[in-house]
Each structure stands twice: as structure tokens, then as C-alpha cells.
Nanobody
Framework: QLQLVESGGGLVQPGGSLRLSCAVS????????VGWFRQAPGKEREGVSW????????YYTDSLKGRFTISRDNAKDTVYLQMNSLKPEDTAIYYC??????????????????WGQGTQVTVSS
């Protein structure tokens, strides 16, 4: 059964850090790129980051460069999103999803064919 399961969300103070995980199963993980999205209340789902299969290529939305780092461990079928210097505006539900497309399409949800259920990140004092 194809699954993507996010974890690692929670409540953190501004300036803090969180590491999200996306554990996948049911498909050949190393043949798919993975993207992270987020959706804040009342806003559209926003592309955050993308990582390629085995070449290490990564992509970030401009506003998050330098604070967020995406990585993957193909031996563990897991993708990570390290989030540092968190701000209240980072509050959202974070989703991971798989894609066969290049980072040119990283922010287009229609290019992803399987999604996790999301994990809540709340940045607040």
C-alpha cells in the first residue's frame, strides 16, 4: 500500500527549529522526487522545497532559502525537512508528496500524485 507519512510537527517558539520527516512505503522510493508543501489557514497550498532521486539536487522557494534544508535517506525511505529560525508566518500544515517531475514544477500540486496526511507546525510564543 502506497503511503507517505509525515511526522515531527509541533509547537515551537519563534527562532526555534523543527525537523519534519516523511516516511514512505509501497513504492520504489529512489525513483521519485519528493516535495514539501505547506498550507496555512485561509491560504493556498504553497510549494516549499523539492529533492531529486539520487543526484542530491534540491530546490527551495526563495523566501525560505537559508532557513530550510531538505534531505533524503534512501536506505530509510525517508525525506527530511530541517526548519531553523522559525517565524510565526511558518505556521501551517506541512505535507510531503511524490513526483516524477523536475524542480521546474516543484510548486505545482498537480504534478504530484501521492500525498501524506500532513503534520501541523505552529510557531508561537
Amino acid at each position: 500500500q502506497l503511503q507517505l507519512v509525515e511526522s515531527g510537527g509541533g509547537l515551537v517558539q519563534p527562532g526555534g527549529s523543527l525537523r519534519l520527516s516523511c516516511a514512505v512505503s509501497g513504492f520504489s522510493f529512489d525513483t521519485y522526487a519528493v516535495g514539501w508543501f505547506r498550507q496555512a489557514p485561509g491560504k493556498e497550498r504553497e510549494g516549499v522545497s523539492w529533492i531529486g532521486t539520487t543526484d542530491g539536487n534540491t530546490y527551495y522557494t526563495d523566501s525560505l532559502k537559508g532557513r530550510f534544508t531538505i534531505s533524503r535517506d534512501n536506505a530509510k525511505d525517508t525525506v527530511y525537512l530541517q526548519m531553523n529560525s522559525l517565524k510565526p508566518e511558518d505556521t501551517a500544515i506541512y505535507y510531503c508528496a511524490r513526483t516524477i517531475y523536475s524542480p521546474l514544477y516543484y510548486s505545482d500540486p498537480n504534478r504530484y500524485d501521492a500525498w501524506g496526511q500532513g503534520t501541523q507546525v505552529t510557531v508561537s510564543s
